[in-house]
């Protein structure tokens, strides 16, 4: 289902009531909640939650399972420029398996800033520098990826998803050409599509 109590479909609100909702629906998966909060507490320059844990657990809800499932594990992006380096990266993540022991999840944290130097030996395509989190989001292989949340110091919730929410609560997988190649979105998609069938899966476009 994709429609709230009232039976309102939720990809069809108004923007400001699909972000309501959207924080309705993440604060059911603990999980979720525990790392916004511990991650807070870095104080990562520019730090985002942000791919399948978020998009998956609307898709847990909206199909009635658990909130947690199928979620393999947390992304959390940040951005420093200042230091390049794999050793000031490492110690960040170091500091963050400590920070997320104890979590019935794995906790991935990665610089934004360095993605450059080496996603075209992993992928085989290059990839230009990013300028911040933001942009980095912008280049998940599908559109429905590009979501991030953060918990300000306010306490506001900070929600960056710059092709809106429509697609994501209504099941939607639509391709995004930017930087990653085909064969990643179809092999993401493919499993996707084993744990949640109930998916719309958008080609991939053709030149």
């Not at 391709?175 to 993401?188: D, G, I, T």
Request: glycine residues 8%.
């Amino acid at each position: 289902m994709t429609s709230g109590g009232d039976g309102v479909v939720i990809g069809r609100l108004p923007l400001d009531e699909q972000l309501t909702a959207l924080r309705s629906v993440l604060s059911s998966n603990e999980v979720l909640l525990d790392v916004l909060d511990r991650t807070a507490s870095m104080a990562l320059p520019g730090w985002y939650l942000t791919a399948g844990c978020l998009f998956q657990t609307v898709w847990n809800v909206v199909t009635g399972r658990p909130a947690t499932s199928g979620i393999k594990d947390y992304d959390v992006f940040y951005f420093d420029a200042d230091d390049l380096s794999w050793e000031a990266e490492d110690a960040v993540i170091r500091a963050g398996r400590e920070l997320f022991g104890g979590l019935p999840a794995e906790v991935e944290i990665r610089n934004e800033a360095r993605v450059h130097l080496w996603y075209e030996q992993k992928f085989g395509v290059p990839c230009a520098p990013h300028t911040s989190t933001e942009s980095a989001i912008d280049c998940f292989a599908a559109t429905t990826c590009c979501l991030g949340v953060r918990l300000e110091p306010t306490g506001r919730w900070r929600v960056y998803a710059p092709h809106g929410l429509s697609d994501v609560f209504n099941l939607v997988v639509r391709p995004n050409p930017v930087l990653a190649p085909r064969e990643v979105y179809e092999a993401k998609t493919a499993r996707w599509r084993r744990q949640w069938p109930e998916l719309t899966v958008l080609d991939w476009p053709t030149a």
